[in-house]
């Protein structure tokens, strides 16, 4: 197992996330506990030292049964990771009543680890209110008290968003977990939120490293392409490849459902092998082709924005159309269409076209709102 330096500790290079773990008759919230515990047994023997659950995997149970699991082994022999659900606004205010529910769902008296789940633009604003929530006061205070040793963040929004956050609680956090992987480094803009980190000195632990299983399995033609380059790497293994690449990764986390999934990711972790140049120049173009494949051309020109009689900020908007048409779904863009008035949604277009006679690239911008409006519904 490789190990990068964290402060005064050595966390495995390979972290076992608890958000896809293996189910009974395929209901989420029965989680099958003898094969999660095979699972940890298989990982804590490939040396993996860092677990990481949160309040609403699995229905709650996420963390009652990774609980379960690590409490097999001393307490000293793993780094547990859980979260505030930040990312549900019913739950500011409630930041206490949470975390003492999910130490005893976990069975732990401390967290090493703990994160703000999810700030984006849907939770931003309430993150920030401190004065009316206390959700940064009250876990600073069990940081000082010991029952937190780590603090950090998760974030899916934008690089504005980590950096409002970071300008009103950065001195505080001592690491970021970001959705990062090869096709996300440009089409999520990961590149320019690990650079913001960067600025910070926060190092980041990543999530969704196969993009929820997307790049585990490629086309054919795309398989190949990856082939010719290094003949003895699985699909898969190019994704944490890439990840090694980053000197800012401490941690990568992967949401495995089955003991074959633990063993494939700890014979990858036995070696440091980072793309080289070219190899990374490769994989990049692979992502670019993959994204154009389904993706809108805007390039933000904002040639459009002056010409919507509604005032919608089109090019994010077409930003997030493209992310939810590539995923197929997914809880990203309406998450973040959740921080907007129902006048800037995409149902707010009246489809006069005024944007298209501008545009450069010559997208159907209208008919793009108009799809998007009934993808969200």
């Known amino acids: 197992m490789i190990y990068r330096a964290f402060q005064d500790l050595q966390l495995s290079n390979l972290g076992l996330g608890a958000m896809r773990l293996p189910v009974l008759d395929g209901d989420d919230s029965r989680i ?26 699995h229905d709650g149970h996420s963390e ?15 780094f547990l990771a859980d979260k505030f659900p930040g990312y549900d606004l019913a739950n500011m205010g409630k930041a206490e009543q949470i975390f003492e529910e999910q130490l005893r769902r976990c069975g732990v008296d401390y967290f090493d680890f703990y994160l703000f789940h999810n700030v984006c633009e849907m939770n931003i604003d309430a993150y920030l209110d401190d004065g009316k929530y206390r959700t940064n006061s009250f876990l600073t205070a069990q940081k000082r008290a010991g029952r937190i040793r780590h603090l950090g963040f998760s974030a899916h929004g934008s690089v504005a968003v980590i950096r409002r956050f970071l300008e009103a609680y950065g001195k505080d956090m001592e690491f970021c977990q970001l959705q990062l992987n090869w096709l996300d480094w440009d089409f999520q803009d990961a590149k320019a939120k690990v650079a913001l980190l960067r600025e910070w000195n926060i190092p980041v632990w990543v999530m969704e490293p196969l993009r929820g299983g997307k790049l585990a399995h490629l086309p054919a033609e795309d398989a190949a ?20 690449s980053l000197p800012e990764v401490r941690v990568v986390l992967s949401g495995m459902s089955n003991e074959a999934q633990v ?35 805007c390039t933000a020109c904002r040639y459009c924005t002056t010409h919507c009689p509604m005032g919608l900020n089109i090019p994010w908007l077409l930003e997030l159309y493209n992310e939810h048409v590539f995923t197929e779904g997914g809880f990203i863009a309406p998450m973040a269409l959740m921080s907007l008035p129902e006048n800037k949604k995409p149902s707010a277009c009246i489809g006069c076209r005024s944007c298209e006679r501008v545009c450069p690239q010559q997208i159907k911008i209208s008919e793009a709102m108009r799809d998007f409006s009934a993808r969200l519904t």
């Open 32 to 57: 099958d506990e003898a094969a999660v515990f095979r699972m940890v047994d298989l990982a804590m023997a490939g040396g993996v030292n860092y677990y990481d659950t949160a309040w609403g995997y």
């Open 64 to 78: 009652v049964v990774l609980g379960k699991a690590l409490a097999r082994y001393p307490r000293e022999r793993f």
């Open 225 to 244: 392409r990856l082939a010719a380059l290094r003949p003895e790497e699985s699909v898969p293994a190019w994704a944490f490849r890439f990840l090694q």
């Open 263 to 297: 063993a494939d990711n700890l014979r990858t972790f036995e070696t440091d092998r980072p793309l080289n140049d070219g190899e990374k120049a490769a994989l990049l173009s692979l992502a670019s082709d993959m994204t154009r494949r389904t993706a809108l051309p």
